[in-house]
């Protein structure tokens, strides 16, 4: 009795700690997914909402204070207040001098942008860097529009220009559009020019560029002088050529005529002594070979110093015939 008793005490404490550990554990789980599931966005931030297990992005931003969300999710996170950015470079103007300058001006990143700007740049890191790079190429627009001389006299409408090329590149020709944004998901503010320094080679530099006028339009003048001196030769040389060609088809023509009035003559010569030659064979009645001896004694006697070596059956007298 007293064993089966403490038996049963045993096996009631048992369970008593296995409910009290998993009472524990559960307890754990819960505190560790409560914590993983919590976020803070500070009251000078707006982020969203990025569950990297589902890779899912939220739709919305959130402001400041504290969120909850599925188990290791994270905020992407933006400043709510405007953002400085600082410029200090050289431009070029519109006659091409370089000018110094410094502009400050002022960005933020509005709620309904958020979104689309995470999707496109995927955090503040990059998409910074984008409306720094933005900001830059639209004042360097905006300086290569006016003069030098403009820099001293129209600086507050240089800074308005200025200002009006950031808002085009930040918040795109459409401005507030979501559905066809081609800006960088910026506003613009403000913007400061704060510094212009012209260069001290301002004067040369002008002094140079009308020289270097000076230098091509002498430089068009002698071109059109070289272009009509060598027109001048191109057209003497074209009438030479036509003279030779003409002289060349002159001399074609005259060959021509000479061969065709040689090759008459000949055809006529041979025409004669192949009759003659007939008339021979026929009046002497030759044979062949007697007529071949016939030719022969007829070409020593017109050229006796011939020398001659003529094998049988032809022989080179015709007394045997006659």
Request: charged share 25%; hydrophobic share 40%; with cysteine.
């Amino acid at each position: 009795m007293n064993l089966d008793h403490l038996r049963t005490a045993s096996s009631k404490r048992k369970l008593k700690w296995a409910g009290i550990l998993l009472f524990i554990s559960a307890l754990i789980v819960a505190i560790i997914l409560l914590a993983v599931s919590l976020k803070k966005i500070s009251s000078t931030e707006i982020g969203v909402e990025y569950d990297k297990w589902a890779k899912e992005l939220d739709n919305a931003a959130k402001m400041g204070g504290l969120h909850t969300g599925p188990p290791g999710f994270r905020f992407i996170k933006f400043p709510s207040t405007q953002i400085t950015a600082e410029i200090s470079d050289t431009c070029v103007s519109k006659e091409g001098i370089r000018v110094n300058f410094q502009v400050s001006y002022q960005f933020l990143m509005p709620e309904q942008w958020i979104v689309g700007a995470i999707q496109k740049y995927r955090d503040f890191s990059k998409w910074t860097t984008i409306v720094e790079a933005a900001g830059n190429s639209a004042v360097q627009h905006s300086c290569s529009a006016f003069n030098v001389t403009n820099f001293q006299s129209m600086r507050n409408l240089i800074q308005l220009d200025m200002f009006e090329e950031i808002k085009k590149k930040l918040e795109g020709s459409n401005g507030m559009d979501d559905n066809t944004h081609d800006g960088v998901y910026a506003r613009a503010v403000s913007l400061q020019l704060k510094n212009v320094e012209l260069p001290f080679e301002y004067t040369d530099a002008v002094s140079d560029k009308q020289s270097a006028k000076e230098d091509i339009a002498l430089a068009k003048n002698q071109r059109n002088q070289e272009l009509t001196k060598a027109n001048t030769e191109l057209f003497a040389v074209q009438a030479e050529s036509t003279k030779i060609l003409e002289n060349a088809l002159n001399d074609v023509n005259v060959t021509l005529t000479e061969a065709d009035l040689t090759a008459a003559q000949t055809m006529f010569t041979f025409a004669e002594e192949t009759e003659t030659i007939k008339q021979a064979k026929e009046t002497f009645n030759l044979t062949t070979n007697g007529l071949l001896s016939y030719m022969a004694n007829q070409l020593y006697a017109e050229t006796p110093n011939l020398k001659a070596s003529i094998r049988a059956p032809v022989d080179i007298s015709v007394r045997d015939e006659l």
